[in-house]
């Protein structure tokens, strides 16, 4: 079954009659078409691709062998076209990601679809996005390889007197010369810095005793990595070798509880509750992690409140940090695909308390 065919089949378990995907990472998903500018509205047996003239030929090769190609123009723009479908389809309701389109869009549809229900609903493609076939899964560990390489080749400029903004334009020039993009602007913070979980690169520099945090990730074929690790600069005192360890204590027991069937906030808690052990349960100010594919911090999350149950075939991220103000932060993040065996983590850098150089 391809993905447009999981869609079909949910939209029927929904109740809904077709489904106009909006959001871009979903019409990758549903077409394979990486272009900017795309629209599918599906419903329970047809489907149609719409996007406008710069995309002709791209749609044609991605699309066309899956789906008919409609172009948009200025006299025949999307909703105009969605009106016709409408009618030769018989639909009298479609639904769309109540999160992503405008309001300015969603009048626009109003005026054209008279007497056709437009109705918000929550992504319908996001939970099935969740679960990776194979081919999906080789991709983010291949970002996953293209990121640990980034890492091994940046610790050479951890040292006295390199700038923040050194080690982040360093990440950004090695992925990009790999021919990989960037899943999301890289963090990179150091000294008391470090305590801001999503501070940017600065031009402090780096002086002996500065824990530095790295989160940064590589886009590979469209599938994210996302990695971060705390290291020290020359040397490392007592107070620091305790909270590394403790995080990293943290990060394995969430690892070990991200199993199959296992209920969000309980991996989450995992964590929590190893800090809690070293008291410092109330530095961890952030959810454990996110769910991983298209987008960095795509869909389900593993926080406190989450009620979501972890599936097989899911990549997650699992990153427990611990920030103190003045002091600085520590964050050890990894990405960890679940399979029916286990939990398997992607990213191979060491975790070991790094003193460099
Ligand atoms: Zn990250
Ligand atoms: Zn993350």
Redesign the pocket.
């Known amino acids: 079954m391809n993905n447009l065919q999981r869609l079909q089949r949910r939209l029927a378990d929904l109740g809904l009659q077709a489904y106009l995907a909006t959001d871009l990472a979903d019409v990758r998903w549903l077409t394979g078409f990486t272009g900017s500018a795309g629209t599918v509205l599906v419903a329970a047996d047809r489907a149609c691709f719409f996007t406008d003239g710069r995309y002709t030929i791209q749609a044609n090769e991605q699309v066309g062998e899956l789906l008919p190609v409609r172009i948009t123009t200025h006299d025949a723009p999307l909703a105009a076209q969605l009106a016709t479908l409408t009618r030769e389809w018989g639909l009298e309701s479609i639904a769309f990601n109540g999160d992503v389109v405008t309001v300015n869009t969603h009048r626009q549809w109003c005026e054209k679809l008279e007497g056709v229900e437009l109705r918000p609903v929550d992504d319908p493609c996001a939970a099935l996005r969740m679960v990776k076939s194979p081919k999906e899964i080789a991709k983010i560990q291949e970002a996953c390889r293209l990121t640990d390489a980034a890492f091994r080749h940046v610790l050479r400029l951890v040292q006295p007197g390199v700038a923040e903004l050194d080690i982040h334009l360093e990440l950004e020039f090695f992925l990009k010369r790999q021919g990989a993009g960037l899943a999301f602007e890289p963090i990179v913070v150091s000294g008391p810095r470090s305590a801001l979980p999503h501070g940017k690169a600065s031009e402090r520099k780096l002086e002996v005793g500065d824990f530095v945090t790295m ?1 940064f ?1 590589a886009r590979h074929d469209g599938y994210c990595a ?3 690790r705390t290291v020290v600069v020359g040397r490392a005192d007592e107070r620091q070798r305790e909270i590394y360890e403790a995080v990293l204590a943290a990060q394995r027991a969430a690892i070990q509880a991200l199993r199959a069937g296992a209920i969000g906030k309980d991996v989450d808690a995992a964590a929590r509750s190893s800090l809690a052990e070293k008291g410092l349960e109330r530095y961890f100010t952030h959810g454990l992690g996110h769910g991983l594919g298209a987008v960095v911090h795509d869909h389900g999350r593993l926080n406190q409140t989450s009620e979501l149950r972890v599936e097989a075939a899911q990549v997650w ?1 699992i ?1 427990p940090g611990v920030y103190i103000e003045g002091f600085g932060g520590v964050r050890i ?1 990894d990405d960890v695909l679940v399979t029916a065996e286990g939990p398997v983590i992607l990213t191979e850098s060491p975790k070991e308390l790094l003193v460099l150089p």
């Open positions: 989160d990730g996302d990695l971060t991220t990153e993040e």
